[in-house]
């Protein structure tokens, strides 16, 4: 929250504060998926994977390029923390500033989850939302944020001097060191802002403070991504639970998420991503 100003208006404020706003990144321009073609590709698939995620835990999962994967609220609601990763080259991963300001602050379907520079492509696409009907609440909030990072031991050590090892930032690092074969401290540089799964969030009007409030998931919601690279995914049923009321603490009630994985062709129309064209000047 910001503290009152110090300098008063000048003459002409009302004038410098209508300016006109414009869209920074109007991504119109980005090929939309086909909705028909997704429709028969999801409709010849079969599910050939799932992977159960522990509450307060995380696990990796794996889709190759042209695949469908979706992420499932099962016993009750709960916010997942999801990072993607290029799975020949986990340092190219999802790049949720950039993803913010081409699609919003929240995703859902026909949104992508671009990677990031020099790589900007198309990690995943959303290709199906239960939640879609939530739109935006009257105050203000939305599912599926790209605002927040993920609950994390140094900023919970910051604002209250306890150590929790369970935060979204500790359980999606332990499970790339698992995945990866490296030590904690190497791959912890990989872990990455989240696309917050389930989680409802906004800005206070008044002060523009980001919020949360209680997930409206219920078990059977979904998000559905079609992967238009080979992707590892990571993702932790994070400690606060439906984030109703706090997390980074063991006192929420907090339930396992469902990733499930098909096979089947890809929708008519799909093509692997890309890295960006842009070249630089020699
Ligand atoms: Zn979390």
Redesign the pocket.
């Known amino acids: 929250m910001k503290p009152p100003p110090l300098h008063s208006a000048p003459v002409d404020a009302a004038e410098r504060v209508s300016a006109r706003p414009v869209v920074c990144y109007p991504p119109e321009v980005i090929p939309i998926l086909d909705r028909s073609a997704v429709e028969s590709a999801r409709a010849a698939r079969t599910k050939v994977g799932e992977v159960l995620v522990p509450p307060r835990d995380a696990r990796v999962f794996q889709v190759p390029a042209g695949q469908f994967f979706r992420i499932i609220s099962v016993e009750g609601a709960q ?1 997942g ?1 999801l990072n993607l990763h290029n799975a020949g080259d986990l340092t190219e991963r999802f790049f949720s500033g950039k993803t913010r300001a081409l699609h919003g602050t929240h995703l859902s379907t026909g949104d992508r989850m671009w990677s990031t520079l020099p790589h900007l492509r198309s990690l995943a696409t959303i290709t199906d939302d239960t939640l879609d009907w939530y739109g935006y609440d009257s105050d203000g909030g939305g599912v599926h944020d790209v605002i927040g990072t ?2 994390d031991p140094y900023t919970h050590q910051l604002l209250t001097g306890d150590d929790y090892h369970h ?2 930032h500790s359980n999606l690092t332990r499970a790339l060191a698992n995945y990866a074969a490296r030590p904690e401290h190497e791959v912890e540089l990989l872990v990455h802002d989240v696309l917050n799964v389930f989680m409802c969030t906004g800005f206070t009007r008044d002060t523009h403070q980001y919020f949360m409030k209680a997930s409206p998931a219920r078990p059977g919601d979904y998000l559905e991504f079609l992967a238009d690279v080979d992707l590892v995914g990571v993702l ?1 049923a ?3 639970g439906d984030c109703g009321d706090e ?1 980074s603490s063991d006192t929420a009630i907090c339930h396992p998420l469902l990733v499930e994985i098909f096979d089947g062709p890809s929708p008519v129309g799909w093509k692997l991503a890309e890295p960006s064209a842009y070249v630089w000047p020699t």
């Open positions: 916010v923390d993920r609950c935060c979204c932790s994070c400690p606060g997390h």
